[in-house]
């Protein structure tokens, strides 16, 4: 087989997924051996340009990563899709909406007040706030529109596969790879790649109990907690319960932090929330309602700590303004 | 419209005569349901639930091989066994059938015609989408061991051990006191009849202890219960007796050689009894056992008068507490009750002024082999001229025990007939309402009333020995307002006795989560059905007998115990029990083992696989609740016909446009 | 024409009275199940007839007859400590005594010290700017910052002249211990609390609006009180005021309220105060209805009395929980009543029954009540009344007693 | 104006039982009300009520055994923990607690769940209509499905 045509995007990320397929270290120089690549902005230098020129579906494999937050991010990801045989959504924000998603819970405007006006590092005197499409004496500025809300990449475009975490583990990076490489026979598709079939907890070696009772949610920052026993059992959110396997385990054994989710939801489930909900609500021990709204209350973000990265891919998104 | 998934799905619509057909357009909703997917035919019929609307669909199943049927017509509470029936006796897995109610739930509640038919509409649809998602289930058969554990050797025990031991099975029965008997064998007089507690109960005891299919276990507890429906284990302990019970003939010598005295607890402390004892002479087993708080030997090493007196050498210092483990396939809960001792006697000046007793002593004091060998006497042997007796005594109390104690009026009026009886003193009833619905209960309190009780109609506020007045001097003084007079009254009498009501018995609780049974806010055990099932339990195999229910007499009690042994009879005899199939488990694909599902079940199925890591359902002891399914994070605990994705269609057909 | 003049005796439910009755706070009447627990128990008991199963079967049947007995009740508690469906029964008076005020068919003697409550804010008719006399010549500090208790005082404390004694002893044990303390000036207001039991709901919320106000500027972290009856009112009364919740006032706001003699006690137990002085009397503690059953304060008192030297405590044979009452509650202390059928006078007669010659208390209601019994009895020989902190004051004075 | 869609979720021991006496004492309620049963109010999880609210419904109705009526024990108590944290958890998504009602109606208070139904039709005619996937900011599509599967 020859070699394979590459490309990889960022939309709305941090960069990290770019940095973990690097992270696959001296494998880096198979992968150059077996690609070509046509795009990838934060390693080589190649223009918009240059890729539309391409004949469709030259590409073989698009790993985009990062969510759709913008037009510019939108246009890149139909353009990508023409040109390309498989569109992979690589990590959580292109998979479930990821970190940029948690603006979901807000509105456009409420964001550009914040962070043009209100935030105590702003001075803006002029109450400048960004538009599409600005006059200056020279002519019309366009900048990429800002969405309303974030969007994953399947709500977007078609997507073939799914890899999810923030960032893939570099090992299944390069498994995935290396799958596409060897012409091994690919999954179905839409398929999650790179991950488990089963929740976190299938691999966490911490120690659990069945008598688990939550009387009380704990936070991380104003706790003690011990390295061996399941986070839960102790009174710590842990989303592992309902976020898939894969991950190798980075927060909850290497890092002793409760997991947070990243690997989005596990197969058989339909909203990470609500499923953590009724987990945690059937372990309350509490029967006054009082009482029941106290603990809960001691979450006060439910949203953001349940979504942390799956908020574009809930049953429900937030009502509109 | 849903995309089609290649089932073959026939829908009916009942007109339930006109009672559902004068509401809803009938022939609407089943030209509404023919639109949807799948559908492959749509009928409305008279009477669907009739040997011929049942015909109709096994035809259509062998005619159309229809492979998913929707009946809609009542509350499938009262016909969803007969249309799976219809699909079963078809040859389709009854689980294939869905019933829709637009009867109960919508042609009798809606008024208008058009928001009826259009509510029918949206109902079927849900259904045509949700029975697509249906699965074959199964029911399946288990074995059901022989024999019964009863637990609690009162009345209400020794009734259905008896029951159940003539009835062929063998019974455990197991007592945590030296003697079998409860309550019952402490009273003298038993109301309405005032036939002699003694004397009906005695023989029946003494049936226990030698019938051949009876294993009686006193001084026993039932320290743990496994396994599940019609194959439950237990696990019994037997105190140590230090009496070897096999030796021992039972002639009392050692009784009488004994110098240690402590206040017996089968007569209210009133005498003393000895360190080793038999609680009452007529006891089964009539064999004593040392009280080792008591016995001076384990207090300090010396004494053994009881081993130098024995004939036959039965004492044994060594004996160790005994387990027994065994198999049986029913339980009897028997476990009784106590007697109310809380607060609102302290309140009514009980341990404070001696003269004021509670019932249970009076019963002893009353009792031919009592302390007074059935002679009323006050502390210092004289005779009482006047006699309180207090009723609702911390019973139909929000503070205390908010319910009625059924049997503290009938007591309370028997005491009164034996004390004018005995002593020809005046007695005063003061009650809130007097209750008496029981067979000659009524008369008997007719009876009292023509005796000469005065029978005031006002809850007892005070018992005081103030005294305002002369007469009231050396007395003790009982106040309370005759709410019929209008009066507030001071009574000067010599004893009060206050009638308390029946508490659970701290020993049901535990009794009850070893069977996890449930226990109502006043600890008493919940009945399957407060009508139609008082004496089966939410757990299959395990029965009520008696006032660990909820207070009774003893007739009712009586009758209870009879109806759980043959229920319990029932139940062992057939030797097989079905198991409905629609229950959770849990998909090892996809259990992560997080173990969060654990605790929730309310029956115990839910195990953790140590070796696999994952959490196992006990199909036989789930009764499908689905808490396990709401709460797995994962996804792996499903609810079988109650899954996510059958719900979810069902979701989608009620709000479909 | 002629006319059979019959005449007919019939007595009709009127619904609307009961309607109104309930909707006035008395709702669980409807619970009541006429055991007459309440008629057995009441302290009027054995001076008058008196029966609260009555005043509640008439009154939730609308038949005439109840407003007779509205203001019997001195609302003492041993009735709803007792009654086996829970009901408040004091507050089914008081909403009976809403309705009767407004359509002012009240006891005139009520008039007064109500209206002076409105005016001045205080029962007695006081002008405002007396208040603080007696605190300015005990050379009280004005409560400001820095100062760890607020002395509240009762406006009987304030204007009585006998229960300024009471007050000058509490400011002689408070300095004895070391207390940081300071007074409200002429700024404090009447708690309120009689008012409310009194039936003048509107009253009450304009005393408490004022204290609240006061307390909102000085923001108290501990506030003394020197009668049961304030004590109730700010711990229970101001946010529930039918007064169901009874806990300390520590959980919410971030005030304290406290009465003077659970400090007494406190020092005591630390050491701050030591009482030396012999104060050789038989004495019989009468517990308040208020910080008794209402606020469960029966330790405090007696272990101030058990700490004095000499001082030789005997209980009456009603005591702690089963206590009796001074009368004075609900209003009671504003109602004329004949010597003779005063709920005091059967304190009296338990008191001497008890052996006792000074009969202590904690409160200033009880102080009148029981100091006018005695009065009309003539036994101001035989018997004293004196609080806890009198008698703890004097075994705090140097010398030999 | 569009009519309020409901959907109500029933255990089948207590609350299904009294839906169904209402309808055999003829007491008759909004059509509004579509109900769902379960066995037990347990089996109640917060999916079904966004899932409710996404395909269009304006409010949704949770009833359950009465505390200590449970026919599984304590399934009740379950199902009222979850109903808190998700109607707390939904005021984030701009979902008025208004539009959630959790009740206990037991098997004998058929005019109780009619008298509810009403209320709750009423109630949720007040905060007008919620609007079902067009509410949301544009689309929800789901993500990716297993590999496994």
């Known amino acids: 087989m020859g070699k394979l045509n590459v490309g990889v995007y960022w939309a709305a990320s941090c960069g990290g997924c770019d940095v973990a397929i690097l992270d696959i270290h001296e494998k880096v120089l198979k992968v150059k051996e077996a690609c070509d690549f046509f795009l990838w902005p934060i390693a080589m230098d190649f223009k918009y340009a240059d890729v539309e020129a391409l004949p469709d579906k030259h590409l073989d494999l698009v790993l985009f990563n990062g969510a759709v937050r913008n037009s510019e991010n939108k246009h890149l990801a139909e353009l990508l899709r023409k040109k390309s045989k498989l569109l992979v959504a690589f990590g959580s924000c292109a998979h479930t909406g990821g970190i940029p998603a948690l603006a979901n819970f807000t509105t456009k405007q409420g964001i550009f007040e914040r962070a043009y006006l209100t935030s105590d590092s702003t001075d803006n005197p002029q109450k400048v706030i960004p538009k599409t499409k600005v006059k200056v004496p020279e002519g019309e500025l366009t900048i990429p529109e800002f969405f309303e809300r974030v969007f994953a990449l399947d709500q977007v475009v078609d997507v073939d596969y799914y890899v999810p975490g923030c960032p893939p583990n570099p090992e299944r990076i390069w498994e995935v790879l290396a799958a596409v490489v060897t012409g091994a026979p690919l999954p179905p598709k839409g398929s999650v790649i790179g991950a488990g079939t089963k929740a976190l907890c299938d691999t966490c070696e911490r120690k659990r109990t069945g008598d688990k009772k939550i009387t009380g949610f704990k936070r991380v920052a104003t706790t003690d907690w011990d390295p061996e026993v399941c986070f839960l059992d102790q009174g710590l959110v842990c989303l592992g319960p309902c976020t898939r396997d894969g991950c190798g385990l980075q927060c909850v054994q290497h890092s002793n932090m409760p997991c947070r989710g990243c690997y989005g939801l596990p197969p058989d489930i339909s909203d990470q929330g609500a499923k953590m909900i009724a987990a945690l609500g059937s372990l309350i021990d509490a029967k006054d309602p009082e009482e029941i709204a106290r603990i809960a209350g001691e979450l006060p973000d439910q949203a953001g700590y349940y979504y942390r990265f799956s908020a574009a891919a809930g049953l429900l998104e937030r009502r509109k303004a | 419209m849903t995309k089609p998934s290649g089932h073959r799905i026939g829908v009916y619509v009942c007109h339930c005569g006109v009672n559902i057909s004068s509401v809803v357009d009938v022939t609407e909703v089943a030209a509404q349901a023919a639109k949807e997917g799948d559908v492959v035919l749509a009928k409305d019929y008279k009477f669907m639930c009739s040997a011929p609307g049942q015909d109709l669909i096994r035809a259509d199943i062998a005619e159309h091989k229809l492979d998913r049927v929707v009946v809609a017509a009542c509350s499938p509470r009262m016909h969803d066994d007969t249309f799976r029936g219809a699909c079963a006796k078809a040859g389709l897995n009854p689980y294939f059938s869905h019933m829709v109610n637009i009867r109960e739930q919508d042609s009798w509640v809606t008024k208008d015609k058009a928001l009826a038919t259009q509510k029918a509409v949206a109902l079927v649809r849900a259904a045509v989408r949700r029975v697509r998602r249906h699965e074959p289930l199964y029911s399946k058969e288990v074995d059901v061991q022989p024999g019964v554990l009863v637990i609690g050797g009162g009345i209400a025990g020794i009734q259905a051990a008896l029951t159940i031991a003539d009835g062929g099975q063998h019974v455990w029965l197991v007592e945590k006191e030296p003697t079998i008997g409860g309550h019952m064998a402490r009273f003298d007089k038993t109301f309405p009849t005032l036939d002699c507690s003694a004397c009906i109960l005695t023989p029946k005891m003494n049936a226990v202890g030698s019938h051949p299919n009876i294993t009686l276990l006193t001084s026993s507890e039932v320290k743990d219960v496994s396994g599940y429906v019609g194959n439950f284990r237990a696990v019994i302990e037997t105190r140590a007796r230090y009496v070897d019970h096999d030796v021992c003939n039972g002639c009392g010598l050692c009784m009488e050689k004994c110098p240690k005295k402590v206040p017996s607890e089968f007569d209210e402390g009133l005498i003393p009894r000895k360190a080793i004892y038999v609680p009452f002479p007529q006891a089964v087993p009539n064999?004593?056992?040392?009280?080792?708080?008591?016995?001076?030997?384990?207090?300090?090493?010396?004494?053994?008068?009881?081993?130098?007196?024995?004939?036959?050498?039965?004492?044994?210092?060594?004996?160790?507490?005994?387990?027994?483990?065994?198999?049986?396939?029913?339980?009897?809960?028997?476990?009784?009750?106590?007697?109310?001792?809380?607060?609102?006697?302290?309140?009514?000046?009980?341990?404070?002024?001696?003269?004021?007793?509670?019932?249970?002593?009076?019963?002893?004091?009353?009792?031919?082999?009592?302390?007074?060998?059935?002679?009323?006497?006050?502390?210092?042997?004289?005779?009482?001229?006047?006699?309180?007796?207090?009723?609702?005594?911390?019973?139909?109390?929000?503070?205390?025990?908010?319910?009625?104690?059924?049997?503290?009026?009938?007591?309370?009026?028997?005491?009164?007939?034996?004390?004018?009886?005995?002593?020809?003193?005046?007695?005063?009833?003061?009650?809130?309402?007097?209750?008496?619905?029981?067979?000659?209960?009524?008369?008997?309190?007719?009876?009292?009333?023509?005796?000469?009780a005065h029978l005031i109609r006002g809850k007892v506020g005070q018992v005081t020995d103030q005294a305002l007045t002369d007469d009231e001097r050396g007395k003790l003084i009982v106040v309370a307002e005759d709410t019929l007079a209008q009066q507030r009254l001071r009574v000067p009498v010599d004893m009060v006795i206050l009638s308390p009501g029946l508490a659970s018995a701290p020993k049901s609780l535990a009794v009850a989560q070893l069977l996890k049974c449930s226990t109502d806010k006043d600890g008493f055990l919940i009945e399957k059905h407060p009508k139609l099932a008082p004496i089966e339990t939410a757990t299959d195999g395990v029965f009520l007998a008696g006032c660990c229910q909820g207070p009774k007499d003893i007739p009712d009690t009586v009758a209870q115990a009879q109806g759980a042994a043959s229920l319990a009879l029932q139940f062992v005899g057939k030797g097989k029990v079905l198991i409905e199939g629609r229950t959770a488990w849990a998909d090892d694909q996809l259990c992560s083992g997080c173990r969060i599902c654990n605790s929730l079940c309310p029956y115990g199925a839910i195990t953790f696989d140590e070796a696999k890591k994952i959490s196992v359902v006990n199909e036989v002891l789930c009764k499908g609740c689905g808490t396990c399914a709401a709460a797995c994070p994962s996804g792996a605990a499903q609810a079988r016909h109650f899954k996510d994705d059958q719900i979810f269609t069902e979701i989608e057909g009620v709000l479909a446009p | 024409m002629a006319s059979a003049e019959v005449s007919l005796k019939i007595a009709a439910p009127m619904l609307e009275v009961a309607q109104t009755v309930r909707e006035q706070g008395g709702e669980q009447l409807k619970e009541c199940y006429q055991c007459g627990t309440c008629t057995a128990v009441c302290p009027w008991g054995d001076l008058r007839s008196f029966s609260p199963r009555r005043f509640i079967e008439l009154a939730r049947t609308g038949l005439e007859g109840f407003e007779n007995d509205a203001w019997t009740c001195v609302t003492c508690k041993r009735c709803w400590d007792r009654c086996p469906q829970d009901i408040n029964i004091p507050q089914l008076f008081q909403s009976v005594r809403r309705i009767l005020l407004e359509s002012n068919s009240n006891p005139r003697t009520l008039n007064q010290p109500l209206g002076s409550l409105r005016a001045v804010g205080n029962p007695w008719g006081e002008p405002i700017e007396k208040r603080e006399t007696w605190a300015r010549q005990a050379e009280v500090p004005v409560y400001g910052p820095g100062v760890e208790h607020l002395l509240f005082t009762c406006c009987t404390n304030d204007y009585d002249a006998r229960n300024k004694l009471d007050s000058r002893a509490i400011v002689e044990v408070l300095r004895a211990a070391g207390a940081s303390f300071g007074h409200l000036g002429n700024d404090q207001r009447c708690c309120g609390d009689l008012a409310y039991t009194a039936g003048d709901t509107g009253a009450f919320e304009q005393m408490r609006e004022a204290n609240r106000a006061t307390f909102g500027r000085a923001r108290p972290g501990s506030v003394l009180v020197t009668s049961p009856h304030c004590l109730h009112a700010f711990r229970n009364r101001y946010d529930d005021p039918e007064g169901r919740r009874r806990d300390d006032g520590n959980g919410r706001g971030e005030t304290r309220y406290r009465h003077v003699v659970e400090l007494f006690a406190e020092a005591i137990k630390s050491g701050a105060l030591r009482p030396t002085r012999k104060v050789t009397r038989k004495v019989t503690y009468h517990d308040p209805c208020y910080l008794g059953r209402y606020n469960g304060v029966y330790d405090a008192p007696r272990e101030v009395l058990a700490a004095i030297p000499g001082l030789e405590l005997r209980e009456m044979a009603h005591h702690r929980e089963a206590s009796l009452c001074c009368g004075g509650g609900g209003g009671g202390v504003w109602v004329e009543t004949a010597k003779g059928e005063r709920l005091g006078d059967l304190l009296i007669r338990e008191a001497l029954a008890a052996g006792a010659e000074t009969i202590a208390t904690a409160c200033p209601f009880c102080v009148q009540m029981l100091e006018s019994s005695i009065l009309s009895f003539g036994l101001e020989e035989q018997l004293k009344v004196a609080t806890v902190a009198e008698l703890l004051a004097e075994s705090l004075r140097p010398g030999e007693g | 104006m569009s009519e309020p869609r409901i959907v109500a979720f029933l255990c089948h021991w207590c609350s299904y039982t009294g839906a169904d006496l209402a309808g055999t004492a003829r007491i008759k309620y909004s059509p509004n009300v579509r109900i769902i049963r379960v066995m037990c109010s347990g089996r109640i999880e917060p999916q079904f009520l966004l899932k409710a609210l996404r395909e269009g419904a304006d409010g949704v109705l949770v009833c359950g055994c009465h505390p200590g009526d449970c026919h599984y024990h304590e399934g009740n108590y379950k199902c009222l923990r979850r109903f808190l944290m998700l109607r707390q958890m939904l005021g984030q998504y701009g979902i008025e607690e208004g539009r959630l009602r959790l009740e206990w109606v037991s098997a004998s208070e058929g005019d109780r769940f009619a008298k509810l139904a009403d209320e709750f039709t009423e109630q949720i005619r007040a905060l007008g209509p919620l609007g079902g996937r067009a509410a949301f900011v544009e689309g929800t599509q789901q993500g990716g499905t297993s590999w496994a599967s």
């Not at chain 2, 007793?357 to 502390?379: C, V, W």
């Open chain 2, 287 to 452: 064999k004593p056992v040392i009280d080792r708080d008591a016995c001076i030997y384990f207090q300090n090493g010396k004494c053994k008068a009881c081993e130098k007196i024995c004939g036959p050498q039965a004492i044994r210092w060594d004996d160790q507490p005994k387990t027994t483990e065994i198999q049986v396939g029913s339980v009897v809960v028997a476990t009784g009750f106590e007697m109310y001792r809380g607060p609102a006697l302290a309140e009514l000046g009980y341990g404070k002024y001696p003269e004021v007793y509670h019932a249970l002593e009076f019963e002893r004091l009353n009792n031919a082999s009592g302390p007074t060998e059935g002679k009323i006497a006050m502390r210092d042997g004289r005779t009482p001229q006047s006699v309180a007796i207090v009723h609702c005594v911390g019973s139909r109390d929000k503070k205390y025990k908010p319910y009625c104690s059924r049997v503290c009026c009938m007591y309370s009026l028997k005491f009164a007939h034996l004390i004018q009886e005995k002593t020809g003193a005046e007695v005063w009833e003061f009650y809130i309402d007097v209750r008496s619905p029981g067979k000659a209960y009524e008369e008997f309190y007719d009876r009292i009333r023509e005796e000469g």
